[in-house]
């Protein structure tokens, strides 16, 4: 069983994987290798491939009853389940400010996270997503609350989280 544990970048998703008592699939880590059209010169960025995305992880054979995680920020475009971190954007934008992004990267997936964007993409392409509010939560909680997640002992249903109030203080 694929589950993506996706999330706009910053949100915790690295981090919390390394807690994760199952196989991980680092997707970003596939693009860099090489399933990518080169870098995208307006956002600075690699370009996935997104075909040979999903051909590299049918080939992996993960569609066994085995639990593999699938983490990056594209990974519910290969998954039945998705677990969606989130992030206040005020808390992105320092976090992403650390990591040395230009202001333009930062204002981007301040909206994308704002804006819901991964999560209305992972409720196209997925059966069930769940979200989980990583503001407050150690990595340890937020792994706690993904394992109980995938193995169906709680929901973490979405639609509770809303940070467009917090996007006026950005712009």
Known sequence: MRVALTGTPGTGKTTVSKLLPYRIVDVNALVKEGLNFGTDPERGCLEADMGGLGK??????????????LEGHLSHYFADDAIILRLSPLELKARLQARGYSEKKIMENIE????DVILIEA????SQVHEIDTTCRSPHEVADLAVKTILR???MLPGDIDWLDQLKDLI
């Open 56 to 69: 590299k992880l049918d080939q992996m054979g993960l569609d066994s009853d085995e639990i593999v995680v």
């Open 112 to 115: 994308a996270e704002a804006l």
């Open 123 to 126: 409720l196209e392409n997925c």
């Open 153 to 155: 002992e709680i929901d």
